[in-house]
């Protein structure tokens, strides 16, 4: 059976890199060379829609350009063996990105670290792979932006890690993620709006902890940080919710969210933080009788 036209770039590739240095030839040619092939070979295979032999074809051109000291090559051939292999093999694609933060991190390029970690955080975080890895991605890539000062896009990853974590039930990470977001988002005029639904996301991952004593204190510590907090629609809610708590009481509980959903449509992560609260209070409900 003939060979297709990657498995004949890729053995051309072969040979070259394994080759020996003449006389007057330099060893760093003879990488550039074999590098050059070995993309003529994975961009062959993506053509093929061979896309693991294509991530593998450019990790080799990768090695190629570190071995001829080319490292913004190396970095760009990696990232393109990410996007082959995440095609088909999630795993790979990730272990590629890794390599690529290596080197971004070494030239100290931490914002371009930054873009590979959330992107890793994508992957892991896509059709549920692995949560907790997304979320520390997402946390990692935040950090990163906010040393290089892209705060935005640090409040971003910061927000997805928040809501990653309450779908964990991880409630006091959730919490304190959403109140640093709230925070930053207080200090620009473009996302100020946007505070009063992270303290509810905040208080409501207080109350599912149980702990209303923080529940109080999140709510009087915003009200302190923005005077018109307690007067909006999520404040009135947080508020009802958490002496609904503080009563055990279910039906008022359940009819304080059928009243918040009939004008603000609760979306799903509210209502599976909500169902963990209302499930506690009715268990609460249970061991009073």
């Known amino acids: 059976m003939p060979k297709s036209n990657g498995e004949e770039f890729l053995a051309k590739a072969e040979k070259k890199a394994g080759s020996s240095v003449g006389w007057f030839g330099s060893s760093s040619s003879k990488w550039e060379e074999a590098g050059d092939l070995f993309t ?26 570190q071995h001829a000291n080319e490292a913004n090559d190396a970095m760009n051939a990696y990232k393109n063996a990410a996007n082959a292999y995440k095609k088909t093999n999630p795993e790979a694609a990730v272990s590629a990105l890794h390599q690529a933060i290596k080197l971004l991190i070494q030239a100290g390029n931490f914002r ?18 692995d949560i907790a890895k997304a979320r520390d991605s997402f946390v990692r890539a935040g950090d990163w932006y906010k040393q290089e000062d892209a705060n935005a896009t640090a409040n971003q990853c910061y927000q997805q890690a928040a809501e990653l974590s309450g779908d964990m039930g991880e409630y006091q990470r959730s919490m304190e993620l959403y109140t640093t977001v709230a925070d930053w988002s207080l200090s620009s005029a473009l996302t100020k709006y946007s505070v009063k639904e992270y303290w509810l996301r905040a208080a409501m991952c207080s109350m599912a902890m149980g702990d209303l004593v923080t529940t109080q204190r999140l709510l009087d510590d915003f ?15 947080a508020y009802e919710l958490m002496q609904a708590c503080e009563e055990a009481d279910v039906e008022r509980f359940t009819g304080a969210v059928f009243g918040y959903d009939q004008v603000t449509k609760l979306d799903n992560w509210k209502t599976g933080v909500l169902l963990r609260i209302k499930k506690a209070l009715e268990e609460d409900e249970g061991g009073l009788t």
């Open 40 to 65: 003529q070979a994975a961009n062959a295979f993506k053509v093929e829609k061979r896309w693991n032999e294509a991530g593998a074809a450019f990790e080799r051109e990768a090695s190629c350009r």
């Open 112 to 129: 371009q670290a930054a873009d590979r970690e959330k992107e890793i955080a994508g992957i892991y975080a896509q059709d549920g792979l």
């Open 223 to 237: 009200a302190r940080k923005d005077v018109t907090f307690p007067s909006t629609r999520e404040a009135k809610f």
